[in-house]
C-alpha cells in the first residue's frame, strides 16, 4: 500500500514536471518579452523623429506661403508705383513743355529790342536795305548780320513786309530751283520749283498775277514789288531787300 502511494506520487510529480516543465524553461517567457520592448521603443522613437518632421515640415511650408504672399504683395505695391511714376513723369514732360515755351516767349520779351535800324515784328526783328544787290549778294549781307533773308509764312507777316517796302521792290528768302522750259517759242516759259532759303515749302502764297511763271533763265529768286505782291526776276539782277532774324 505504501509502494503504491511513492508511485502514484512519483506519477503525480511527473506529470507536473511534464505540465509546468523543467525549472529553466520557467523563466523563459520574460526572456521573450524584451525583443518585442525593444521593436516598441524603436517604433515609438521613429514616430516620434516623424512626428516631429512632419511638424517641421508643416512649418517650413506656412513660412515659404507666407513669404511668398509678402513677397506678392510688394510686387503688386511696386507695380502700381511704377504705373505712378509713369503719369507723374507724362505730366512732367508735360509742364517741361510748357515751361519751355515760357521760357521762349520770356526770353523774346527780355531780348526784344531789335538792334538799331531794324524792326520789330512778333518774335523776330526785320531790316530793309536801301541799297541794291543781286541776290546772292543780298543773302550774304543777311547772313553776315546774323540773319537771311526773309521768310513769309503767313498773312499778318505778309503784311508787315508790304509796309516794310513801300517804296522800291527788295528780294525775300524765296529761290527757284530746278527750273524746267516748257511750251515753244513765244508760249515757252520757265517753271521753277519754289522753296525758302530754310528749305521749308510754301505754306502761304502771295504772287502777283501771272506769277511765278517767267520767262527768265533758270537761275531765278522771287522779290517783293511796292504792292506787297511777289514776283520772279534772275537771281543776278540788283534790287533792296530784306533780312529776318
Known sequence: MEVNNRQLQDEVKQLKDKIEGPHTEKHRPSVQRRPF?????????LCFLMLTGIIILSIRHIL????????????????KNYSQLQGTLSGIKVNNSQLQD???????????????????????????????????????????????????????????????????ESWIGLQGTNGKWTGSGRTGKWVWE?????????TQMFWASGMPYGS??????AFCDTQG???????????????EK
Open 102 to 168: 515760357e521760357v521762349k516767349q520770356l526770353k523774346a520779351k527780355i531780348e526784344g529790342k531789335c538792334p538799331e535800324g531794324w524792326r520789330k515784328f512778333g518774335y523776330s526783328c526785320y531790316f530793309k536795305s536801301n541799297e541794291w544787290k543781286t541776290w546772292y549778294d543780298s543773302r550774304s549781307y543777311c547772313q553776315n548780320k546774323g540773319a537771311d533773308l526773309v521768310i513769309i509764312n503767313y498773312e499778318e507777316e505778309q503784311k508787315f513786309v508790304k509796309e516794310l517796302n513801300l517804296y522800291g
Open 216 to 221: 527768265q533763265n533758270q537761275y531765278t529768286a
Open 194 to 202: 519754289w522753296k525758302w532759303v530754310d528749305s521749308s515749302p510754301l
Open 37 to 45: 520592448r525593444a521593436a516598441t521603443l524603436c517604433l515609438g522613437v
Open 64 to 79: 515659404v506661403t507666407l513669404e511668398k504672399t509678402q513677397l506678392q504683395t510688394r510686387n503688386d505695391q511696386l507695380s
Open 229 to 243: 505782291k511777289w514776283k520772279v526776276s534772275s537771281s543776278y539782277d540788283t534790287k533792296n531787300w530784306i533780312c
